[in-house]
């Protein structure tokens, strides 16, 4: 049983990783697109199509442990409330089927808060770059850095984690919408067609429509959170919410959401797919070699 578990967790910690690599670098440039149209200066302001790599060397840092940390968090709550609630409930009634889904929405919500750690101060140095505001992710940190002597340590460290409330707001729901759907698309695939485990290519399909239809419901959380990641000085979250629908209309709580929701379905198809592949992959390898013993 512990080696089940440890191979697990390191499948999800490999898998994890690459799969967020592999998404945030094939995809960066719709992200940035994506962010400036939701910055307050507007597209063109904000870099039109120029530098549309711009920040990427905060992706490229933050994507591999971000995403690890997620998949790990996710796969060892899943396991861990899934055995728990068979072990507690012999005998389930009518609420057992909902009770896999309650299971996702669970772990997924712990891995999106655990990820966060390592996501939110990547995204506030990437989109600030994204942005137009520094010209690098090596300088958008160093900006940030260089206030310790005004705003002290505890200051630079909250400059960093400057969204944090929201990012949280904005993915728990996202995460609540697609896992769920994605897992239970796997379990119906599973069923029709009598296989133990899902395809990469089935994995990223399911993770393609699951993730674009998060994408479109949470595009407000995600405009909210752009703008006050790019703000000037740190805002809260009502007095936000009211300066963007004052300023602008309700619509400006859906600027981007045409590159949001193309580059998470499309995202959700690598990502997904890819961890699949690489989680099957993983699993076989140490099929073989228990076979081998």
């Not at 997620?70 to 005998?91: P, W």
């Not at 590159?259 to 699993?283: C, D, E, H, K, T």
Request: proline share 4%; glycine share 10%.
């Amino acid at each position: 049983m512990a080696s089940q578990d440890h191979f697990a967790f390191t499948a999800a910690l490999i898998s994890g990783g690459l799969a967020g690599t592999t998404v945030d670098l094939s995809l960066y440039p719709l992200d940035t697109l994506k962010t400036r149209l939701q910055s307050p200066s507007g597209f063109l302001a904000s870099g039109g199509f120029r530098g549309i790599y711009s920040g990427v060397g905060s992706a490229i840092i933050g994507s591999a442990p971000g995403a690890a940390l997620f998949f790990c968090t996710y796969e060892y709550s899943k396991s861990f409330l899934s055995t728990r609630r068979h072990v507690g409930d012999a005998s389930v009634g009518q609420a057992a089927g909902w009770a896999a889904p309650v299971d996702h929405m669970i772990a997924a919500s712990l891995g999106e808060v655990a990820a966060c750690a390592v996501r939110v101060p990547t995204e506030v140095v990437k989109q600030r770059a994204q942005a137009g505001l520094y010209p690098s992710s090596l300088s958008a940190l160093s900006g940030i850095l260089s206030q310790r002597g005004t705003i002290g340590i505890p200051g630079v460290w909250m400059e960093l984690y400057r969204g944090w409330s929201v990012t949280i707001m904005r993915e728990v729901p996202f995460t609540v919408i697609q896992f769920p759907l994605w897992e239970s698309m796997k379990t119906y695939r599973r069923r029709m067609s009598g296989k133990d485990k899902s395809s990469g290519i089935e994995s990223a399909f399911f993770g393609s429509v699951s993730g674009a239809i998060a994408a479109g419901i949470t595009t407000p959380l995600d405009v909210l959170k752009t703008r006050m990641m790019l703000a000037k000085k740190k805002t809260a979250i009502i007095p936000l919410l009211k300066q963007i629908w004052s300023e602008s209309g309700p619509r400006a709580f859906f600027a981007g959401i045409g590159p949001r929701v193309l580059w998470i379905s499309a995202g959700g198809a690598i990502f997904l797919g890819s961890y699949q592949w690489a989680y099957n992959a993983l699993s076989s390898k140490s099929t073989t070699k228990k076979h081998v013993r």
